[in-house]
């Protein structure tokens, strides 16, 4: 009976063997670190070629320069919206950059970096199909992937695939439930069966499907994901991959095809005044993410995917374009997704302006004297309230008031989550001003309670104040600091390296002549 047993375990153990992708490695030695907060993929599944006279079969006139000019481009956006380069992901041809003659698309990049490329696409055979399914795989999964049937699927086990991939040695982290993935994808693309794929140039014609990619994606913790697809036909990938957490941005309808054209580099751009190849959606885009704040939110210093797409859109029909991007938006949250934020589409996120380009991240700069758009004072005059004149420099702007009377201190509070801030606690405070950054030395005022601020929408609150018998003439700061439920202050008395805090200066002037208040 035992040696029965014996037989089966060993039958069962090789089964297991064979049928796994992946070889479990000892955990031992440093683990990763926290999951970072934003994270991006970067994938061309075409490389570019070095322009000849006449290009050679299978090139087209723009020698695929596009594929490797968007990824760059693409590239550059993130990092000026705050993504860290050990945290893109940049999947193109054999492992090596493109060698481009134009300044900006060849080392240093728009960061300083010396190479983007982190992982190699192609092979003997071709475009290598389980390296991209297994960087999504390791980032919703933590294991690789493995293709069955020629169909790609995340392991169940295991640290590094059978054939070598490891997501611990690519250090590609686990996502966890409050990250955001940022998926940008480039390529040809076609459509099967009532479906549409990524063509991968390949001798197997083994393709990337619709399926597959929404199979890893439901296994993906992240809170929010946006994936952005620059191919022909790419319109047919939506209805698989947007969700109520993904928007899904596609250059074209699902029977139309996308082209590239040849674009003169705006400033901020890699080659700023010189014409390259771009593919139209990823470089108007790129423009939308990379410029000025517009639409609904331009209050906020800050453009959101649903604004980028729309000025996209305006754009390619200025060129009377055949091709119709395609936004698949299920859950509604393209409008409150800002890539530039520590956090893209976090559900209750406020805060208010230090300043008058302030974007909501740190620092958002370090004069505490400056213009502050979202803090003011009033002050009753005859039965009505009248704001404070600022008076000074615009570097140095301070209200000046005296101890008689009574004022009303209102802070504007942003809610620029994807989901209403229900009750956000606004806590009125003011210290002297050498003491402005330590929060143990400010006074309490008082508190003032918003009851709701619903999506992209602001509310005042306001605190009234009778200074009298508190304070002696000098100057001072005022201080408001936010708190919600899902998105409290932090401990740190300087309001520049906290969104939820806001403060402006003011001086407290000898009462006038005729007040009972002077000695």
Known sequence: MARILGVLALVVLLELTASSCCICTPRRGPQLAQPPKKVAVLISTEEAAVPYQDPPPGVDTFYNTEFWNDLVLTYCTLSKNGFGAENIYVLYGDGQDFRSERPGYRPPYCDGSRKLTDIALTGPSGVVKDNICSV????????????????????????RARNGFSCRQGRIPRLGAGDYLFVWLEGH?????????????????????????????????????????????????????????????????????????????????????????????????????????????AHDNLVSIKEAYTAAIEELQAENSTQTPVLGDRGDIAPCIFIRLPSPGKDEQVFSR????????????????????????????????????????????RYELTTDGTYRLVAQVHNIGCANAGRVEVTFSYAKFDECDNAAAWTLIGTAPVDSVPVL???????????????????????????????????????????????????????????????
């Open 136 to 159: 999504l795989c390791c980032l919703a999964t933590g294991h690789p992937a493995v293709q069955r049937d020629g169909r790609c699927r995340c392991c169940r086990w295991g640290t």
């Open 457 to 519: 929408s602001s509310r005042p609150a306001v605190q009234l104040w009778t200074p009298a018998d508190q304070l002696q003439e000098g100057r001072y700061c005022l201080i408001a600091t936010l708190s919600a439920t899902g998105d409290q202050a932090n401990a740190d008395g300087r309001a520049y390296w906290d969104d939820n805090k806001v403060r402006m200066t003011f001086t407290v002037l000898p009462p006038p002549p005729d007040s009972p208040d002077r000695p």
């Open 189 to 297: 693309g076609y459509r099967y069966d009532g479906g549409s794929l990524v063509h991968l140039p390949n001798v197997e014609q083994i393709n990337l499907r619709d399926s597959e990619i929404e199979r890893i994606l439901k296994g993906l913790s992240a809170r929010r994901r946006t994936l952005v697809f620059e191919t022909c036909k790419s319109g047919g990938l939506v209805d698989n991959l947007d969700d109520a957490n993904t928007v899904v941005v596609a250059s074209s309808g699902p029977y139309e095809d996308s082209y590239p054209a040849y674009f003169t580099d705006r400033d901020g751009f890699p080659a700023s005044g010189e014409e390259v190849a771009h593919g139209r959606l990823s470089f108007w885009l790129n423009a939308a993410l990379q410029g000025a704040p517009c639409g609904e939110t």
């Open 354 to 397: 230090d300043q008058v380009a302030d974007d909501a991240t740190v620092p958002s700069g370090t004069n505490v004297s400056a213009e502050t758009p979202d803090l003011w004072m009033e002050k009753d005059e005859n039965g009505e309230w009248r704001p404070l004149t600022r008076v000074g420099e615009p570097e140095d702007k």
